[in-house]
């Protein structure tokens, strides 16, 4: 095609797999192209993990002071500022954002800004952002999309102004009734983070427990602690309707066993999941199959059903993680400049739900062992035997690991707690190394630390 520019690699979207992607080919003596629609960074940077962290920061440290007298510390009064939290939030992301710009930049990777369209397996064409179109071509060709918030199919939605987790963290004023429709992981950080700015909080979850995917001891206890800070937690609530009801307040009526039941807030946030950015992508020019999600399919080593083209990143539907993301950037350095063979089976998927206390998670849950037949042992403790977090007074959740009864390595582990997820990733290292979970029981840590507290859990599964 007329005024197509030839590359060695194109990379379509600059999150957590696409950005490092096109630098290290690019610093490797490849010629890379990267296109953005949006900005640099992808959901990462953006709208996901580094602003909601920041926020997240500025509730635990509103919560931490709304118990000053607890620890003996005499404060009068606590009052958020909502617009200095999201000029905060707001410099952070601007911080990473143009780190990641200055990234691109360095590598000498060229950058184009639109919106990109397979014309078949080897070409692009970008609709730029002043309008003009420019066609592309590569040997080699990354989709870096990721997803975006997704929209239920709830009657009158299209008719109220609801938020999003993007829009909410835009609030310039505290909300006086968030109602939050969707108990997982985005759901339950937004809704104890507004609950410690000061909204009155109510989550409508359609599951039989909050966060469907964990144990139910798990889900039980994390209801009691948000419940403990006042949110209203409604479960086996179908959301069949929504409307204004005012000029200022929205109406939800859902049916929760049977019955129908009504609330009415200031602000509406759904939170019910995402959905891949693979629809404008014209992917069918290229041969390139989707699931029935949309999701593109993608073998082990991220490859998709076009020859040297490749999926990496949420949208491939994989664990919808950054560092699982960035993971998938290593396999393809690994493979493409390396000469490797890296692949996905079998890594470890750790994670953490960023509601305080946090929830570290890292291989299978006691449900999954179960499911399996695994010949399992579980230990588990309350943070109340935790020495340090009795001195920090910070004793909500508990710690659970899963372990082969017969092996002794340690298969899974799910720490409800203050740094949830530090702790988790102590365990994580052991389960790389193929530590025998006794090398922890009787291990020697520094006391008084939360690490500590694993020669107790440990201990748990001998009594």
């Known amino acids: 095609m007329a005024n197509s520019k030839e590359f060695d690699g194109i990379v379509i979207g600059s999150g957590q797999s696409g950005g490092p992607l096109s630098g290290a080919f690019a610093r490797a003596g490849w010629k890379m192209a990267l296109i953005e629609k949006a900005e640099v960074g992808g959901t990462c940077v953006n709208v996901g993990c580094t602003p909601t962290k920041t926020m997240v920061a500025s509730a635990r440290v509103a919560h931490v002071v709304s118990r000053a007298k607890e620890y003996g510390v005499n404060i009068s009064g606590v009052s958020v500022n909502l617009n200095k939290v999201r000029e905060r939030k707001r410099n ?11 990234g691109i930049a360095n590598a000498k990777v060229k950058l184009f800004r639109g919106k990109a369209s397979f014309v078949d397996s080897k070409m692009i064409e970008i609709e730029l952002s002043d309008g003009s179109k420019q066609t592309l071509t590569a040997k080699k060709i990354f989709i870096n999309t ?22 909410i963290m835009e609030l310039n004023k505290v909300p006086n009734h968030l109602i939050v429709v969707g108990g997982g992981y985005i ?47 409604q479960l086996k609530a179908s959301v069949k309707k929504v409307s ?27 939170a019910t999941g995402r959905v891949p950015e693979s629809d404008e992508l014209n992917l069918q020019a290229a041969g390139i199959k989707t699931n029935r999600r949309g999701f593109i399919k993608v073998n082990s080593k991220l490859e998709t059903t076009a020859r040297n083209v490749y999926a990496i ?29 890296a692949n996905t089976n079998g890594r470890l998927v750790p994670y953490t739900v960023f509601i305080d206390p946090q929830l570290g998670r890292v291989g299978i ?13 579980v230990g588990k403790i309350p943070m109340t035997h935790v020495a340090r977090a009795l001195e920090m007074d910070e004793t909500r959740g508990f710690m659970k690991v899963i372990v082969d009864a017969k092996t002794e390595q340690i298969l899974g ?37 939360l690490s500590e507290s694993l020669n107790n859990l440990f201990m748990a599964m001998d009594r």
Request: charge should be positive; proline fraction near 2%.
């Open 92 to 102: 952070i992301v601007n911080m990473f954002r143009s780190g990641g710009e200055r």
């Open 313 to 341: 990143g949420d949208v491939n539907g994989g664990p919808a993680f950054t560092h699982i993301s960035y993971d998938d950037f290593r396999i393809m350095r690994t493979n493409l400049l390396n000469n490797g063979s």
């Open 187 to 233: 759901g339950l950080e937004f809704g104890q983070m507004f609950r410690r700015f000061g909204s009155k909080v109510t989550i409508l979850h359609q599951g039989a427990q909050l966060l469907d995917r964990e144990d139910s001891d798990i889900a039980t206890e994390v209801a009691k602690i948000l419940e403990g800070e006042g949110i209203n937690i």
């Open 244 to 270: 204004r009801s005012s000029k200022d307040k929205i109406k939800v009526e859902a049916n929760i066993d049977g019955k129908t039941m009504k609330f009415t807030g200031s602000h509406l946030l759904i």
């Open 146 to 167: 990721g997803t975006r918030n997704s929209s239920p199919n709830i009657a009158g939605l299209d008719q109220v102004k609801y938020l999003d987790s993007t829009s």
């Open 413 to 449: 582990c799910a720490i409800l707690g203050v740094e949830g997820g530090e702790v988790m990733s102590v365990i994580q290292m052991a389960m790389m190394g193929k530590v025998r979970y006794t090398k922890i029981r009787d291990g020697i840590f520094a006391h008084p630390l």
């Open 365 to 377: 849950s006691e449900k999954e062992a179960k499911n399996k037949g695994l010949n399992y042992r």
